[in-house]
């Protein structure tokens, strides 16, 4: 059998951040930025994977259980073959043009693209939507399970349902993903994604911490999940830290819907106004920001943006801001000046428009 290569997007989140295993809501939307997997079938059950990205290979099987970046490949591959499909022995090569560690999903941008190959290898109907959630379900057992890493699914939901034009409304709670039309480019705006090269890891504790104490949370208040949880209801629980974390998931999810409706109605400086105030959230309840991510937003903001937030697990990463599309130079080089001013680390800007889902590139 040829090989087949396929690609899959980064994603920025919108909005609704650590809502996800939170049975909240969020509002990602696919990056034009994407990793390209080829692979190749081989004879036996072994793995053998290069990256344009990385010195070393690695070759094995998936039970000697790789670190790294292999394991992301190695756990879609396991993931596949729990769920019964008969996914080969593969030469793999990858390579990316999502930034790494930059809060970007740069890892469900790998693991869809190993499974869309994969998919293709073993007869799957890409064009069926119930293939692409059941992928997408692999991927997020794979880095949940395999990886180690305790994130939700909006990343590999996302990257696997994706519409160009669109942010994707994800609903956790019953499952629900609705396409959003964002027309930022008639209303003259466009998305400012500002990486701030604080490099995060969600293996490393401080995502894990958060979910834990989301879930201690919830235990306090006795419902399911915080996505259950009223805001009056927040008084009651003891311990401060647990009620600052509920009331930004409880709140987050509020903003969602409003910045929903503020797309819906095109009111822009609406929507702008729900992410500075999730930003606030995050950085003052869910204490995930840090100093790079708060110049970034302010910083963006005194330059012209109409709102800006972090965006993704946090600790690091990235900033998104919607901004004017004839002010979008001025605020990349106000952010520039005044991380080069504060002795920081140059960040990355990247102007970014709704992308597209995983895709088949070539291949059976």
Do not use: K
Request: charged share 20%.
């Amino acid at each position: 059998m040829p090989a087949v290569v396929a690609s899959a997007p980064g994603r920025v989140n919108l909005i609704g951040e650590h809502t996800d295993y939170n049975g909240g809501l969020c509002l990602p939307v696919a990056l034009p930025q994407r990793t390209t997997v080829t692979l190749a079938p081989r004879d036996d059950l072994t793995l053998r994977l290069t990256s344009a990205q990385e010195d070393q290979t690695w070759e094995g099987r998936v039970e000697d259980h790789p670190g790294g970046w292999a394991a992301y490949v190695a756990g879609v591959v396991q993931a596949m073959r729990d769920d019964g499909h008969a996914a080969p022995g593969l030469d793999a090569s990858v390579d990316s043009e999502v930034p790494v560690g930059a809060g970007l999903s740069s890892s469900a941008a790998l693991e869809c693209a190993v499974a869309t190959g994969v998919a293709a290898l073993v007869d799957l109907d890409l064009a069926d939507r119930r293939v692409r959630r059941g992928l997408a379900q692999a991927c997020i057992r794979a880095e949940n399970e395999y990886v180690g890493a305790p994130t939700g699914g909006m990343d590999q939901t996302v990257a696997m349902l994706a519409e160009p034009g669109h942010a994707l409304l994800l609903d956790f709670a019953d499952g629900s993903a609705t396409p959003v039309e964002l027309p930022l480019d008639g209303a003259g705006l466009v998305l400012l994604v500002i990486d701030t090269r604080v490099s995060h890891a969600l293996t490393d504790g401080g995502y894990g911490n958060r979910r834990q104490e989301c879930a201690e949370a919830a235990g306090a208040l006795g419902v399911r999940s915080l996505r259950d949880a009223s805001l009056s209801s927040l008084r009651s629980i003891a311990d401060p830290v647990l009620r600052r974390r509920a009331r930004h998931v409880v709140t987050e999810n509020l903003r969602v819907l409003s910045a929903v409706g503020a797309i819906g109605d095109r009111s822009w400086e609406a929507l702008a106004a729900v992410l500075d105030a999730s930003h606030v959230s995050m950085r003052d309840d869910f204490e995930i920001s840090c100093r790079e991510l708060d110049l970034a937003v302010e910083t963006a903001r005194t330059a012209g943006a109409l709102g800006a937030r972090m965006t993704g697990g946090g600790f690091g990463g990235s900033a998104v801001a919607l901004v004017p599309r004839q002010l979008s130079s001025a605020v990349q080089d106000s952010v520039l000046g005044a991380f080069r001013d504060a002795g920081l680390t140059q960040p990355a800007c990247y102007v970014v428009t709704p992308g597209e889902a995983a895709r088949l590139e070539s291949g059976p």
